[in-house]
């Protein structure tokens, strides 16, 4: 299975925009998938998750209200609506898929087992 993100670019401060994450193979193995995100020089962290057989969702405390993780079942894809984008959101962002059994409530980046290679996403203020 490969994870391959797209929609990243150059925005201002306040604009939106949406990344998608779209898993190729014979397969689909995946209880939840997840975007992270990595700001340089600060460690991977956790932005957002979504159950992949109910729709669920969880996310950060510093996204809740502005973005929205989605999923389109059928084209095996996940999204991410970023919102009001601020400065700090600048970051290459991450697609990451967890298999059964890995954690479903736990968020850490070690829970999941599949990365897509990024896309950077940069605020300008």
């Known amino acids: 299975v490969q994870l391959a993100e797209s929609g990243g670019g150059l925005v201002q401060a306040g604009d939106s925009l949406r990344l998608s994450c779209a898993a190729s193979g014979r397969t689909f193995p995946f209880s939840n998938m997840g975007w992270f995100r990595q700001a340089p020089g600060k460690e991977r962290e956790f932005v957002a998750d979504i159950s992949w057989s109910g729709g669920s969702a969880f996310y950060a405390d510093s996204v809740k209200g502005r973005f929205i993780i989605s999923r389109d079942y059928a084209k095996r894809t996940v999204y991410l609506d970023m919102n009001t984008l601020k400065p700090e959101d600048a970051a290459v962002y991450y697609c990451?898929?967890?298999?059964?059994?890995?954690?479903?409530?736990?968020?850490?980046?070690?829970?999941?087992?599949?990365w897509g290679q990024g896309t950077e996403v940069t605020v300008s203020s």
């Open positions: 990451a898929g967890k298999v059964p059994g890995a954690g479903r409530t736990n968020y850490q980046a070690a829970t999941y087992s599949y």
